[in-house]
């Protein structure tokens, strides 16, 4: 199951675009790339998975390059409500388990 | 479509007391796990229940233990609680890769 390292924070501005990048030297052949967003005392949402090159969906795109030993969350104009943590994970479909890693806590300001 | 729900949103329990925690997943969904997060911590997998039956489980005491029941709906117990169980408890339900999380349960214990 991969290990993932993230920065520890990041700031932006709104409107900008947001790259947060996470290490997972040790993924494993069958590991999913899953990242999460989390708010101050509520569950982790679920933002986007991926497995190799790049997924898009309505609120990001995730790019794993061929190695697959980093990807990188893209996420479009944020806005103040996107300031929160931002987990990276990977996902066993041997072991059936997520390791979370500490986040990333992501400031957006005004 | 209701996502995963858990009850109750927040306890206080006293130490050496014990306490069950209920979730409900996500329609569809067959497996539940749980994880726990302190304070300023990623959530940290307790275990996870497939088909009634633990199916894996994480680095937590013989404390923790749990239940599925045949509509999925799951159970989480904690026996003679410790002050450092005082945490966020999560439920989580997912059908294959992805993982859908729950509001939380935060437990107090004093």
């Known amino acids: 199951l991969a290990k993932t390292t993230q920065p520890i924070s990041m700031d932006s501005y709104e409107g900008q675009e947001v790259n947060i990048t996470c290490s997972h030297n040790?993924?494993?052949?069958?590991?999913?790339i899953t990242w999460y967003q989390q708010f101050p005392s509520q569950g982790p949402r679920f933002i986007i998975q991926?497995?190799?090159t790049k997924v898009t969906n309505e609120v990001a795109s995730l790019f794993i390059p061929a190695d697959r030993k980093s990807s990188t969350l893209s996420l479009p104009r944020v806005s103040l409500s996107d300031t929160a943590v931002y987990y990276c994970l990977g996902f066993s479909s041997g072991t059936y388990k997520y390791i979370f890693g500490t986040g990333t806590r992501l400031k957006v300001l005004a | 479509d209701a996502g995963v729900t858990q009850s109750p949103t927040h306890l206080i329990k006293t130490r050496g007391q014990q306490v069950t925690l209920r979730c409900s997943p996500k329609?569809?969904?067959?497996?539940v796990s749980w994880y726990q997060q302190a304070l300023g911590q990623g959530p940290q997998f307790i275990f996870q229940y497939y088909e009634e039956e633990e199916r894996q489980r994480g680095n937590f005491p013989d404390r923790f233990s749990g239940h599925q029941f045949p509509n999925y709906s799951s159970e989480l117990n904690v026996n003679a609680l410790l002050l450092g169980d005082s945490a966020l408890y999560l439920c989580a339900s997912s059908l294959g890769n992805e993982q859908y999380f729950g509001p939380g349960t935060r437990l107090t214990v004093t």
């Open positions: 329609s569809g969904h067959d497996t």
């Open positions: 991926g497995y190799k």
């Open positions: 040790n993924i494993a052949t069958n590991d999913y």
